[in-house]
C-alpha cells in the first residue's frame, strides 16, 4: 500500500525507534468538497418532463430546477452502455471500448464491451481520495458473458472503484420482478409485487440505507451516489394509480403534443423563438428503417388510438413514480442538512425509444426477436398496461413526440432526437443562480471533468501504473456563473452509433442519412446533411449544397474522431444479428450441458443456448409424493421462455413464444406415481419462419415414451434482455407458464440433475452421460 516512503526510525528496539504513518494513510477527501448525486434516467427526450414543457409531472425535477440550472444543449451518446460508460470515464464511448451495447459487443478495440485499463473510473479517482462510493440500479457496462455466478467480477461495480452496488446488471430489467445483483453476488427480490415491491421504490430505499449508514460511522467522508433508476426503459411498469393520473392526457395523439409541446418549449426558453418543427418521418425510403416508422394519428383506428394513448399514460405514470422516490432521497438530504453540499445531475441517458416498433408492442422483446405485434394480441392487455401482465412498451410516434423538435430517437446519433436529453443541475453551495436557463452545448463526456472541478481533484495521468487516455470532455462548471447565452468552451463532439454518423463543431452540424439496424451497409456512399446549430437548433434545414466547403470539414473532422476514439468499422446489422454474435467466454460453448439444483440462476449468456436449432432436455428425478409437482427446469419469462414441470401428477413442457397466447404445451399422458423417472423433450428443427423464427416438431417423453408430441416454433433471439437466468428446480422472477406461480418450487420429490443437448445425438446419450456425471459429482 505504501506509496510515499517511510520517514521514521527503525532501531532494534522499538522504543528506540520511531513511526511514521503518512505512508500508510488513507487520502482525505479535499476540504469542502460536495457530495455528488447522479440520477440518471433511461430513454426520455426533452420534451417529456414538465420542467421542459412537458405533460409529464415531475415534483422532484421540477423543484431541483426551480433551484438550479436547466440545460438546453446537453446531449448524449444516443444509446445506453455507450453513455453510461462516458459518465464512469470521461472518455468517449468507442475509447471506453462501448461502441454499442454490452450484448452488441464485437471483437474490435472500440467495441469489445470492456473497459480499458487506461479508463480508471470516476469511482475509483473518488474512492481513492476519500470518497464513498455507491451505485445504484443499472448497469450495462458489464460484458454479457460476466454476468453469471462463476464469471469474472473484472467488470462490475465493486471492481470498477464502487464500495457498494444495488441493482441489475443488464439493460433492462422486469421492475415488479427484476433481476437483482447486490455487490458480488445476486439476490432475490425483498419482497413482492403483491406486498408493494417495485424496483425504484427498493432502489432509493437503498440509497437511503447506504447514506444514512455511512454517515453513522464517516459522517465527515463526502460521497458519490449513482443512481439509476429502470425508468424510463421499457417495460413500462408504475403502479395503477400513478398511471390512472394521467387518463386522457395523450388522447389528443403524438402529432398534436409536438405541436402544443413545441409552442411550451420556447414559452419556457428550452428552445429559440422560431425553432422549425421537423417531419414525424425524416428519413427518405430508401434509407429508413420500416420498424422506426411513424403511423400518422389520424389513419389510426379507434382501437388502435386508445391503445396507444394508454401506453403513453404508463409511461408517463412510470416516470413520475419514480421522481416521487427520487423525491425522498432528496428530501432527506435536506432534512439532515447534507443537500446544500450536494451536486446534483438529473438526466438521462439518450432520446426517447423508440424500440416499440410503429404499433406498440406489450412485450418489447418481440423487437430483439424481430417479431411484429399484432393489434388484436396487444389489445387483450389495455387494461393491465403497465402491471405484472405485460412487458410493454409505446409506438414509434411517442418516441418522436417526446424527442420534440429533432428528427428521430434513441439510436440515431446523427440527428439531436437521439442525443438531446433533459439535464438539471443543483449545488446551492456551488451556484448562485435560480431557476435560470444555461444554453451552453455540451455532452455527456463532460460530466466527470466538471465533478473533479468541483471537488478539486484531477484524473490522474498514470492510474495503476498504465498510462491514462486523456478527458474526452470539459469541465461544465464554468457555467454555473455564466450568462445563459455565452459561449460553450466545447468545441468539438462526434457521435456514431449502429451505422449512423455525426459530428458537431462550433455551432454546425455534419450528420449522415443512415439508418440503425437495417443492414444496409454500403456507408461509403452515405449522404451528408449540414446544420446550423447555432442557428437552427431543432436541425431542420439541410444547409449541404450551401455551405459544401463547410461539410467537407466536417466529414473530415468525423473521420479525425474515429481515428483518435478508435470507432471503425461502423456496423448497422439487424437487432437479431448484432446480438446473436457468438463471443468468447471463460467457458467454451458446448454441445451438452449438465445442471443442477440448488444452482443460482444461469444468465442467458453463459447458458446453454438453443436459438435457432435442435435441442433435448432430460432430466433424472424422483417422485416421492403423489402430490409431487413444480418446476423441473425453467428458462425466461411470461414474456419469452421454456419450462418443464409437473403439475396434477402429469409432466408438463410449455414453451413460451414471445408471450404470445396460447402457449405451447405438451402434457403426459401418464400419471407420475412415486418412482423414478427419466423425463424430458425433444425439439427438432424442420426450417426457418418468416420472421427467423425455428419450425419444427416437439415430442415429450417419460422415460423412453413419447407422451405428447406436435408442432412447435422458438424463439429467434434471446428470451428477455433482462436476464431472467435457467434455474433448477424452481422459476426465478416471473413464471414461464400460466400453470404454475412463482418460484413453482419442485416438492414431493427430488431432481437429480437436468442435461440440455444442441446437438443431434441420441435421446440415451445424453442420459448416459448426464448419469456418469452425476455418478462422479
Keep these: 500500500m505504501a506509496s510515499k516512503p517511510f520517514k521514521g526510525v527503525i532501531k532494534l528496539d522499538v522504543r528506540d525507534s520511531k513511526p511514521d504513518w503518512t505512508p500508510y494513510t488513507l487520502a482525505k477527501a479535499p476540504k469542502g468538497a460536495p457530495n455528488i448525486l447522479i440520477v440518471l434516467y433511461d430513454d426520455t427526450g426533452q420534451a417529456a418532463w414538465e420542467p421542459y414543457g412537458g405533460r409529464i409531472n415531475m415534483p422532484t425535477l421540477q423543484k431541483l430546477a426551480d433551484n438550479g440550472l436547466t440545460y438546453t444543449q446537453w446531449h448524449t451518446t444516443a444509446l445506453c452502455s455507450p453513455t453510461r460508460s462516458t459518465f464512469l470515464t470521461g472518455r468517449n464511448h468507442h475509447l471506453n471500448a462501448m461502441a454499442c451495447i454490452t450484448e452488441g459487443a464485437q471483437g474490435y478495440p472500440g467495441w469489445s464491451g470492456r473497459l480499458p485499463a487506461e479508463c480508471a473510473t470516476i469511482g475509483q479517482v473518488l474512492q481513492e481520495n476519500g470518497f464513498s462510493t455507491f451505485w445504484l440500479g443499472k448497469d450495462h457496462n458489464v460484458p454479457e458473458q ?391 437548433r431543432s436541425e431542420s434545414t439541410n444547409l449541404a449544397s450551401q455551405h459544401p466547403d463547410k461539410l467537407d470539414a466536417l466529414i473530415k473532422a468525423w473521420f479525425d474522431e474515429a481515428e483518435i476514439n478508435k470507432v471503425l468499422p461502423l456496423d448497422d446489422r439487424s437487432a437479431a444479428e448484432v446480438l446473436g454474435v457468438e463471443r468468447p467466454t471463460e467457458e467454451e460453448p458446448r454441445e451438452r450441458y449438465i445442471y443442477y439444483p440448488g444452482t443460482s440462476p444461469v444468465p442467458e449468456g453463459v447458458a446453454v443456448n438453443v436459438r435457432g436449432r435442435s435441442y433435448k432436455i432430460l432430466a433424472d428425478i424422483e417422485v416421492k409424493d403423489s402430490q409431487c409437482s413444480g418446476v423441473i427446469f425453467a428458462h425466461g419469462s411470461r414474456f419469452g421462455g421454456h419450462s418443464l414441470f409437473v403439475k396434477d401428477g402429469k409432466l408438463h413442457y410449455v414453451y413460451n413464444f414471445l408471450g404470445i397466447k396460447p402457449e405451447q404445451k405438451f402434457v403426459s399422458k401418464t400419471v407420475l406415481k412415486p418412482g423414478k423417472y427419466t423425463v424430458g423433450m425433444e425439439f427438432t428443427r424442420e426450417k426457418a419462419g418468416e420472421h427467423g423464427e425455428s419450425l419444427g416438431r416437439t415430442k415429450l417423453y417419460v422415460n423412453d415414451q413419447v407422451e405428447a408430441e406436435g408442432d412447435m416454433r422458438t424463439q429467434l433471439g434471446k428470451f428477455t434482455l433482462s436476464g431472467d437466468g435457467l434455474c433448477i428446480g424452481r422459476d426465478s422472477g416471473d413464471a414461464v407458464s400460466e400453470d404454475y406461480t412463482s418460484p413453482g418450487e419442485f416438492t414431493g420429490g427430488e431432481i437429480k440433475f437436468v442435461g440440455v443437448t444442441v446437438e443431434k445425438s441420441q435421446y440415451l446419450d445424453l442420459e448416459k452421460l448426464a448419469a456418469a456425471a452425476f455418478a462422479v459429482d
Design 146 to 536: 460476466d454476468i453469471a455466478t462463476g464469471a469474472s467480477r473484472s467488470e462490475w461495480p465493486v471492481q470498477k472503484g464502487f464500495d457498494r452496488f444495488y441493482g441489475f446488471l443488464g439493460g433492462e430489467t422486469n421492475q415488479w420482478y427484476p433481476d437483482l445483483a447486490e455487490d458480488n453476488k445476486f439476490i432475490d427480490q425483498p419482497y413482492s409485487p403483491d406486498e408493494g415491491y417495485h424496483l425504484s421504490r427498493d432502489l432509493v430505499d437503498q440509497a437511503l440505507q447506504m447514506i444514512r449508514d455511512q454517515k453513522a460511522s464517516n459522517p465527515s467522508k463526502p460521497w458519490f451516489m449513482w443512481l439509476c433508476p429502470g425508468a424510463n426503459h421499457a417495460p413500462h411498469h408504475a403502479p395503477k394509480e400513478y398511471i390512472d393520473k394521467y387518463k386522457g392526457k395523450f388522447d389528443d395523439g403524438y402529432e398534436a403534443y409536438r405541436e402544443w409541446v413545441m409552442a411550451r418549449m420556447i414559452e419556457k426558453g428550452m428552445l429559440p423563438e422560431g425553432t422549425k418543427l421537423t417531419p414525424i418521418n425524416p428519413l427518405p425510403d430508401d434509407v429508413a428503417n420500416p420498424a422506426d416508422a411513424v403511423r400518422p394519428w389520424d389513419t389510426l383506428n379507434d382501437d388502435e388510438k386508445r391503445l396507444f394513448a394508454r401506453m403513453a399514460e404508463v409511461y408517463a405514470g412510470f416516470s413520475e413514480y419514480t421522481d416521487v422516490q427520487v423525491g425522498r432521497l432528496i428530501d432527506y438530504l435536506e432534512e439532515s442538512g447534507q443537500l446544500d453540499n450536494t451536486l446534483v445531475f438529473y438526466c438521462a441517458d439518450n432520446g426517447a425509444s423508440g424500440e416499440g416498433s410503429p404499433s406498440g408492442s406489450v412485450n418489447e422483446n418481440k423487437f430483439f426477436n424481430n417479431f411484429p405485434d399484432e393489434l388484436s394480441e396487444n389489445l387483450k392487455y389495455l387494461d393491465v398496461l403497465g402491471g405484472q401482465e405485460t412487458y410493454n412498451h409505446y409506438p414509434t410516434g411517442w418516441a418522436v413526440a417526446f424527442s420534440t423538435p429533432y428528427q428521430m430517437f434513441k439510436r440515431y446519433s446523427e440527428y439531436a432526437g437521439g442525443t438531446a436529453c433533459p439535464m438539471v443541475i443543483h449545488w446551492p453551495k456551488g451556484i448562485n443562480a435560480k431557476g435560470e436557463v444555461r444554453n451552453q452545448y455540451h455532452h455527456s463526456v463532460d460530466i466527470v471533468p466538471t465533478i473533479l472541478e468541483a471537488c478539486g481533484l484531477e484524473m490522474p495521468k498514470t492510474y495503476r501504473g498504465v498510462e491514462q487516455y486523456p478527458l474526452s470532455g470539459v469541465s461544465m462548471k464554468y457555467t454555473f456563473d455564466a450568462k445563459p447565452d455565452a459561449p460553450t468552451q466545447k468545441k468539438r463532439q462526434y457521435y456514431s452509433m449502429l451505422g449512423t454518423r455525426g459530428i458537431w463543431e462550433n455551432g454546425w452540424k455534419a450528420a449522415t442519412l443512415h439508418a440503425p439496424l437495417t443492414g444496409k451497409g454500403h456507408f461509403d456512399q452515405d449522404q451528408w446533411e449540414l446544420y446550423h446549430v447555432d442557428e437552427d
